[in-house]
């Protein structure tokens, strides 16, 4: 399978997945908060958050192995073996530390997040039981990472479809069934075990002749591992502290049920990032190949055609939810759930901006681009960190949100864009115009037209469940005429015939 099919097939499965487990997502949440408060769901929120931090104490390795499995994806059976066996016996120290840390951080987590006296006995449980699911399934991330890095997206999308789909039925049942909190962790314990499984099973079918074992363990490869992976571990911590604490602070210096309100209106514009995202991150190991080959050309190519996909999606989702999530919100999961048009406003600018540096920093990861990276994001993350602090307390939610879009533009937000035009040799105008400003500039005219209208026709749009699916579909059919028009038609084209000719 050639890179190209398997980056396209690796998009279009990830994306149309990635929708129906939305689907799902969002026909369960509303059941859930029936069966369980604000308040719980809060603390559930913030306790998986808080223990997906302590993943991040592997130092980067994951991103090493990704990177060394794409870069030795034709080297003989035996280099494979040392690659994960190498990787899956340090994963199982890592586990031993995340647990043991994790346990002593529960009462500073407790305390900082303010839990009422009902909920503390629980919250220390599941706390805990998080920790040992999560240091159980570290070994496995070796095994996962390989089907990326091989360029098989297609079946790694699958497999991740099929476990994620099992998780919001189970919630239910549970819940109904009186688990109360500890559904979500049953659940939780349930679908790891199936990755575990199934992940082992398509491992051997795929690749028989590679072994997991201690006769392979390279001690020598965890220098070469680390050299690339710890700066991204390094970037990684600084993009959880911008784009994760905002939930954090808000519990800590407001509530868990306000943590629950902003995560039921910020559902759909993560969502979209997440399917934004995606569309990048499926062509990193091709990038790292034409690297590799010393492929400028088809770089720049590929970088500038995913930017100008990304960013179209990004800026139409972003006037779209503008519009829609108020209404979404009011008839998904009722009245009292919206966090407020101004708060919206920053994150979808957010989601912008972070859709246009995705796209370069992606690319320039998979050329080797990481230290500057890094060094540059914990400064971002510590400028973050300090912003939403100060302005979250003058102005609460929405002040943290600022607090992240200014620390963004002040580091990243100029450094990134330097960066890949000077590895790119390509000129400002050459990288912002084209890619960037022209499907801003014509998303945001069916965008303001839109909004005139929901405004004028206010009264009439908040009278029903129909008269928002009407509003919806409106503006889907605007953006659709437009924007295929405009950008797409020629861009798709473009793209495809492009790679396919440098690549052969």
């Known amino acids: 399978m050639s890179g190209v099919s398997s980056a396209v097939k690796g998009i279009v499965s990830s994306q149309l997945f990635m929708l129906v487990t939305m689907i799902i997502s969002l026909v369960g949440t509303p059941i859930v908060l029936s069966l369980v408060n604000k308040e719980e769901y809060g603390l559930w929120i913030l306790l998986s958050q808080v223990v997906s931090y302590f993943t991040y104490l592997d130092f980067g390795l994951s991103a090493g192995i990704t990177r060394m499995l794409a870069s030795n994806r034709d080297s003989p059976d035996h280099i494979i073996s040392q690659i994960l066996s190498t990787s899956f016996i340090t994963f199982l120290g890592i586990g031993l530390v995340v647990f043991f840390a994790g346990a002593i951080s529960v009462p500073f987590v407790q305390e900082s997040l303010h839990i009422s006296d009902s909920l503390l006995e629980v919250s220390y449980s599941i706390f805990i039981s998080l920790l040992v699911l999560t240091a159980i399934q570290l070994p496995f991330r070796c095994i996962s990472s390989i089907f990326y890095a091989h360029q098989k997206q297609l079946l790694s999308n699958i497999l991740q479809f099929v476990i994620g789909i099992i998780s919001m039925p189970m919630n239910i049942i549970l819940l109904y069934m009186d688990f109360g909190l500890w559904a979500f962790v049953i659940t939780n314990c349930t679908t790891a075990v199936l990755n575990v499984i ?70 759909l514009p993560e969502i979209v990032l997440g399917l934004i995202f995606k569309i990048t991150d499926n062509f990193f190991p091709m990038m790292t190949e034409l690297n590799e080959k010393n492929e400028l050309g088809s770089f720049k190519t590929i970088h500038n055609n995913l930017m100008l ?37 920053a994150v979808l600018l957010l989601m912008v901006i972070h859709s246009i540096l995705h796209v370069s920093a992606v690319c320039l990861n998979g050329a080797g681009f990481v230290k500057g990276f890094s060094l540059l994001s914990l400064l971002e993350a510590g400028l973050n960190l300090g912003l939403s602090i100060l302005l979250g307390k003058m102005y609460g939610v929405l002040g943290i949100m600022c607090g992240t879009i200014i620390a963004s533009v002040l580091t990243s937000g100029w450094y990134t864009p330097y960066l890949a035009m000077k590895f790119m040799k390509i000129n400002f105008y050459e990288y912002l115009f084209n890619p960037i400003l022209k499907p801003l500039i014509i998303t945001a005219l069916p965008g303001l037209l839109m909004i005139g209208v929901k405004w004028y026709f206010n009264s009439f749009f908040s009278t029903s469940v129909w008269a928002f699916i009407l509003l919806a579909a409106i503006t889907g059919l605007l953006y659709i005429v437009v924007l295929w028009v405009a950008i797409l038609k020629p861009a798709f084209p473009t793209l495809v015939s492009k790679i396919k000719s440098k690549l052969s």
Not at 212 to 221: D, H, I, T
Not at 315 to 333: C, G, M, P, Q, R
């Open 309 to 345: 996909i990304s960013i179209t999606v990004a800026s139409t989702a972003a006037w779209s939810l503008y519009i829609l999530d108020e209404l979404f919100v009011l008839y998904w999961v009722g009245s009292g759930n919206f966090i407020g048009q101004p708060v919206i406003a």
């Open 198 to 267: 199934i992940y082992s099973y398509y491992f051997k079918k795929h690749y028989p002749t590679i072994r997991v074992s201690l006769k392979y363990y390279q001690g020598a490869l965890l220098p070469q591992l680390y050299s690339y992976g710890f700066f991204i571990f390094l970037n990684g911590i600084a993009w959880v502290i911008v784009s994760s604490t905002d939930r954090m602070l808000i519990g800590s210096l407001i509530s868990l049920t306000a943590v629950t309100i902003f995560s039921l209106s910020v559902r």
